[in-house]
């Protein structure tokens, strides 16, 4: 079955840039979006198609996509921002998948 | 406000069935595609399946995972989503999430599947 691949945890300081990566062999030709989940809360999109954000996410966050991998920006990253990060995408056939989920530490 | 709330979660045997509702208000429900998510205790983000509106002809799609045990239908007439969830295993224990377009969520709903 296919999978998306992202690394169970990133660590940065407040006012660095995180990156949390996502893989997966369809990501060259299907849109990737990305889940904020704090805890104990609902998921909230952060990007969506790739690179677009919606309203009321700070503009910090930003999304990309480069052959089988995309990639979550948070640049400055602030306390508020410690969450669960989950990229969502589809196989070559059109059924959804979860990447495994990033735990992202600022502090 | 746009909202969904989900219900009907709850503690079950195996093997017993349960169905979920995933109810909305502050939008045009006919309108939109719904999909639930569950997630284990401890878990990431697991996708269930998905119905379309009936613009694109109601079309459901299931998981691997839960295909031919699970049913998701939608009532437009009460703005309502269901989860049919029968045949129900130890492993099916999570929270279960609804969520239009993949972008309004509900807080969830509890599932407990034990003896």
């Known amino acids: 079955s296919y999978e998306l691949t992202q690394p169970p945890s990133v660590s940065v300081s407040p006012g660095q840039t995180a990156r949390i990566t996502c893989s997966g062999d369809?990501?060259?030709?299907?849109?990737a979006y990305w889940y904020q989940q704090k805890s104990g809360q609902a998921p909230v999109r952060v990007i969506y198609?790739?690179?677009k954000r919606p309203s009321g996410i700070p503009e910090r966050f930003s999304g990309s996509s480069s052959g089988t991998m995309a990639t979550l920006t948070i640049s400055g990253a602030q306390v508020e921002d410690e969450a669960d990060y989950y990229c969502?995408?589809?196989?070559?056939?059109?059924?959804?998948?979860f990447g495994g989920g990033t735990k992202l530490t600022v502090l | 406000e746009v909202q969904l709330v989900e219900s009907g979660g709850g503690l079950v045997q195996p093997g017993r069935s349960l169905r979920l509702s995933c109810t909305s208000s502050?939008?045009?429900?006919?309108?939109?595609?719904f999909t639930w998510v569950r997630q284990a205790p401890g878990k990431g983000l697991e996708y269930i399946g998905f119905?379309?509106?009936?613009?694109?002809?109601?079309?459901?799609q299931y998981a691997a995972s839960v295909k031919g045990r699970f049913t998701i239908s939608r009532d437009d007439s009460k703005s309502t989503a269901y989860l049919q969830m029968n045949s129900l295993k130890t492993e099916d224990t999570a929270v279960y999430y609804c969520?239009?377009?993949?972008?309004?969520w509900g807080q969830g709903t509890t599932v407990t599947v034990s003896s």
């Open positions: 369809a990501l060259p030709k299907k849109y």
């Open positions: 502050g939008f045009t429900f006919a309108h939109y595609s």
């Open positions: 969502y995408s589809t196989d070559s056939s059109g059924d959804p998948v």
């Open positions: 119905i379309s509106s009936k613009a694109y002809g109601g079309t459901t």
């Open positions: 969520s239009a377009e993949m972008d309004v």
């Open positions: 198609e790739d690179t």
